[in-house]
């Protein structure tokens, strides 16, 4: 089915997360079906494809949040299923796209909510250092004594990146991070991510922005219709015709500093 | 100011009420008692002799026997009704949640009087509060499964809820006044009014036990709904047990109200109103605001009760009445202010 697997990382046998053939039946639909692939620690991972594609079921799967119909999730080695829900916390962080907070706690508060998993652990001795880190690198240091709820949009948005950070777990997963942000925010979100596979974590994007995606992973896996159609460095997956033939819509691919940037053709 | 100075300004001030609202309780009466004779009393029974103590039997026996028991009921019930309006603000992730204004009350009333009208005595004399218990757990469950939607709880369909919850116990309630005989009828408009009336030290002592370890279990569940304030996948995410919590803390809210209303009938209002000014002042986080709630709770009740029996000379208003009329202006108030704030809560 015209999949690129240029999949080196697989082969060395120390990814972090394992999908093998995962397939997801929703009332009778499948959202996802026969997805296969790895993430490795220090890879910055982004899933792309339109909507409805089964981006956030992938993630959702990958993340221990749903359990697939069919196939297996492995993390670290273990069955997902298998992991109690404190442990896992300490394995992985997820942000989800839901930013409210019933009651009118203060932003730092919130932030620190990220360090629960460790509490009464040796690792939450250092909490505040790492709240501080956390809201450092998200530009909200700030916003500190600021109640969450009188935040906006983009604001609640760095202030709920910046408490996934706190929980300082190997794999992040980010459920379209960059959603609500202006350009610079977006941009410092990635640069987040990207220093956060640096570190040696693995982390897995969700993003509709192709360009920002390109510009950003060390690999793409492109969705479509419930399936892996594509898996890959962001120069193997983005060729205008799969980019065309999977959305719909003719566009332009052009190089930046070696990534392609990906601009629809406009009458 | 900051929220830590509001804190100690917070304490100070229940501490005041609740000390003053005890002392003030014991001393007015028919009977009027000086409040040397009460401290007397009191140390007399702690084992220390006096020169304050009440010699006059009817003295002592109008403290032991009516007051302090009426005082002790109000301080358990009152903490347990705005630790359980705290737990179920916490869990429906609403600050409307309150066991009067979803049914949870009525539902806890329907069930005492049913026990009443058939005369059940399948449980001793503990019967009623087990069927009080019983009906509150059960409009809990049904307002809960009822009125959540993706993880989150709206304040229309909560309130919507809770209209049908208090409209079916009422018609059950009422159909129950229809078929029982006068001393039934008496007993279950007692129950729909709220009295501490008549408070004995058997139950006195039921009551304060299951405050206590409610109470002490929604602290040690404080943690974990701060995080639930996230939302309920945020939460999990978190590795809290999601619905473990959310089932133990219905039973606690049902066991909390249960209790009250076993003894007290409905009291309303307690666990929107406290757990509201205690958040507007020193903040969400559920732990301080639970330990602060059971006092609140307790002095509110507790002076509310003075005014019950006080404000008409000879008369013994019931507390429900009270709290109602406290409560109800207070809840124009928090809709107002947060249509103000933000159209809205959905």
């Known amino acids: ?267 | 100011m900051n929220r830590a100075r509001r804190a100690v300004i917070l304490s100070v001030t229940l501490a005041v009420l609740l000390v003053g609202g005890v002392i003030a309780s014991a001393v007015v009466g028919q009977l009027p008692i000086s409040p040397a004779e009460v401290v007397g009393s009191v140390l007399r029974a702690a084992g220390i002799q006096n020169p304050w103590a009440p010699d006059d039997q009817i003295v002592e026996s109008t403290l032991w026997v009516v007051r302090f028991p009426r005082i002790a009921m109000g301080l358990a019930v009152g903490a347990a009704l705005a630790v359980a309006g705290a737990v179920m603000q916490a869990i429906f992730g609403n600050p409307l949640a309150e066991p009067g204004v979803v049914g949870v009350s009525s539902g806890g009333a329907f069930g005492a009087s049913v026990a009443i009208v058939l005369g059940l005595t399948a449980f001793g004399s503990g019967t009623i509060a087990v069927f009080a218990f019983a009906g509150g757990l059960l409009a809990t469950l049904l307002v809960y499964f009822v009125s959540r939607a993706n993880g989150r709880t709206e304040v229309v369909t909560l309130l919507l809820t809770g209209i049908a919850v208090n409209a079916f116990a009422g018609a059950g309630l009422a159909f129950l006044l229809f078929v029982a005989d006068s001393g039934g009828r008496e007993q279950i408009v007692f129950w729909q009014l709220g009295s501490l009336n008549g408070s004995r030290w058997v139950e006195v002592a039921i009551v304060i036990g299951v405050t206590a370890v409610g109470t002490a279990a929604a602290i040690i569940l404080g943690r974990r709904y701060d995080i639930l304030s996230l939302g309920e996948r945020n939460a999990r995410h978190l590795g809290v047990n999601v619905e473990v919590l959310r089932i133990g803390s219905i039973v606690l809210v049902a066991l909390l109200t249960g209790v009250a209303v076993a003894f007290c009938g409905i009291i309303a209002f307690v666990g929107l109103v406290v757990p509201h000014v205690i958040r507007m002042t020193i903040g969400p986080a559920h732990r301080p605001l639970i330990i602060a709630s059971a006092f609140g709770g307790a002095a509110l009740i507790v002076l509310a009760d003075l005014l019950a029996r006080s404000v008409v000379v000879g008369a013994d208003l019931p507390i429900g009445l009270l709290t109602s009329l406290i409560g109800g202006p207070f809840f124009f108030f928090l809709l107002f202010r947060q249509r103000k704030r933000s159209g809205g809560w959905a």
Do not use: C
């Open chain 1, 1 to 267: 089915m015209g999949m690129t697997t240029s999949d080196p990382i697989s082969a060395r046998g120390v990814s972090m997360i394992s999908a093998r053939g995962v397939g997801v039946d929703l009332e009778g639909a499948t959202v996802l079906d026969d997805v296969s692939l790895d993430v490795v620690p220090g890879e910055l991972l982004v899933l792309v494809g339109p909507n409805g594609a089964g981006k956030s079921t992938l993630l959702g799967v990958l993340s221990g949040e749903r359990r697939p119909s069919r196939g297996t999730v492995t993390l670290d080695g273990r069955e997902l299923g298998g992991i109690r829900h404190a442990e896992l916390a300490r394995l992985r962080s997820v942000l989800t796209q839901e930013n409210a907070v019933s009651f009118p706690f203060l932003v730092a508060e919130v932030v620190a909510m990220g360090r629960s998993p460790w509490a009464r652990l040796p690792e939450g001795r250092d909490d505040i250092a790492v709240v501080e880190e956390a809201m450092d690198a998200t530009d909200i240091t700030h916003l500190a004594a600021r109640r969450y709820t009188q935040l906006s949009g983009g604001e609640k948005a760095r202030v709920s990146l910046a408490r996934v950070l706190a929980q300082q777990t190997p794999v992040i997963f980010l459920d379209e991070p960059t959603a609500s942000l202006d350009l610079r925010h977006q941009e410092d979100v990635m640069r987040v991510g990207r220093r956060m596979a640096d570190e040696g974590r693995a982390v897995v994007v969700v993003l509709h922005d192709l360009s920002l995606a390109s510009a950003y992973a060390d690999r793409l896996a492109l969705v479509s219709g419930g399936r892996l159609e594509a898996l890959g460095s962001p120069a193997e997956v983005l060729t205008a015709e799969r980019v065309e033939r999977v959305y719909g819509l003719p566009v332009d691919l052009h190089l930046v500093a070696g990534r392609p940037v990906v601009v629809p053709r406009r009458a």
